[in-house]
């Protein structure tokens, strides 16, 4: 099994920066691509950005150029640096894992995090 633990969430005012940590651990699994998704109030979850294991990135046009995602695969961690936030950023931000893991055998892994909350104020 594996889980996912994100960090770095919180209060920032519009226009600031943070920067979101999400780590997996577990046994004998493999990731592929790792992204990040945003729930804002009222909304659908949607992908704000993701990167594969070799490092090629897709991002929504909505944070092109304001928020860069990153990953250490030797630590199965994935970052997302946000700045020039908007109050539009505000949502909960969830880590998202696919790949494979062995329970007896190589089966699909799409795993979640339970998110944590961005707020940008005006």
């Known amino acids: 099994q594996v889980q996912l633990v994100e960090s770095g969430g919180g209060l920032v005012q519009a226009g600031g920066s943070l920067r979101l940590s999400c780590a997996a651990s577990?046994?004998?699994?493999?990731?592929?691509?790792m992204g990040w998704y945003r729930r804002a109030p009222g909304e659908q979850r949607e992908l704000v950005a993701s990167?594969?294991?070799?490092?090629?990135?897709d991002y929504a046009d909505s944070v092109k150029g304001r928020i860069t995602i990153s990953r250490d695969n030797a630590k199965n961690t994935v970052y997302l640096q946000m700045s020039s936030l908007t109050p539009d950023d505000t949502g909960v931000y969830y880590c998202n894992a696919v790949g494979s893991t062995y329970a007896g055998r190589w089966v699909p892994l799409d795993a979640w995090g339970q998110g944590t909350l961005v707020t940008v104020s005006s």
């Open positions: 577990g046994s004998l699994f493999r990731i592929s691509t």
């Open positions: 990167i594969t294991s070799g490092g090629s990135t």
